[in-house]
């Protein structure tokens, strides 16, 4: 079964750090581009930031550049995402999801979400 | 960054209506559009990918439609467990950009 999970959500004081986790299983995570979308309490759904198979190409919303650092291990079937610097506005439902495959960029399979809350 | 306007924010509907939701791009891009429903508690679904492919195993009752600027998600005979918000999503370039939501509510 293709499937997303994600962990390492939490409570976090302004100015904080935390680090997300998805473990893919179920398909070849280093043949797809991979993402994470939040959604923030009350609010729609935001994209946030993409990388590429290898890693080599990533691409990130404005509101998290300089803040946020995506990264994977294809041996581990694993995406990361490094959350610094962190401001109330970043408390959301994170997700990961996979991209479809080329040459289509939409997200085709997503995990169940890892909540992370930014209050003192 | 492209930004989607979709409308309306909220419709009320029934069962068996049929119902349009359209999204407006900032500037054209191309086919490069995907429709998603979310229900709460539940993580977000595709529906429609390059603005008018069905994504496998979605009903046949979901249908989208346009290019450039203009799209529409159009659900010809609504269900009970149609009742969701439903979003569009630019992925023409960097950064994705979604609509802001569409929640479609029983009447």
Redesign the interface.
């Known amino acids: 079964e293709v499937q997303l999970v994600e962990s390492g959500g939490g409570l976090v004081q302004p100015g904080g750090s935390l680090r997300l986790s998805c473990a893919a299983s179920g398909f070849t995570f280093s043949g797809f581009w991979m993402t994470w979308v939040r959604q923030a309490p009350g609010k729609g759904l935001e994209w946030v930031v993409n990388i590429k198979q290898d890693g080599s190409e990533k691409n990130y919303v404005d509101s998290v550049k300089g803040r946020f650092t995506i990264s994977r291990d294809n041996a581990k079937n694993s995406l990361y995402l490094q959350m610094n610097s962190l401001r109330a506005e970043d408390t959301a439902v994170y997700y990961c999801a996979r991209d479809i495959g080329p040459p289509y960029n939409a997200m085709d399979v997503w995990g169940r979400g890892t909540t992370v809350t930014v209050s003192s | ?1 492209i930004q989607m306007t979709q409308s309306p924010s909220s419709l009320s509907a029934s069962v068996g209506d049929r119902v349009t939701i359209t999204c407006r791009a900032s500037q054209g891009i191309s086919n ?1 559009l ?1 429709w ?1 429903q ?1 229900k709460p508690g ?5 529906l429609i ?2 603005a008018s ?1 069905l ?1 496998s195993g979605v009903p046949s009752r979901f249908s989208g439609s346009g290019s450039g600027t203009d799209f529409t998600l159009t659900i010809s005979s609504l269900q009970p467990e149609d009742f969701a ?1 439903y ?1 569009c ?1 630019q ?1 023409f370039s ?8 569409t929640k479609l509510e029983i009447k």
């Open positions: 960054a490069e995907g998603y979310r539940k993580a977000p679904k595709l990918y390059a492919s994504q918000t979003y999503l992925d960097h950064p994705y950009t979604f609509g802001q939501g």
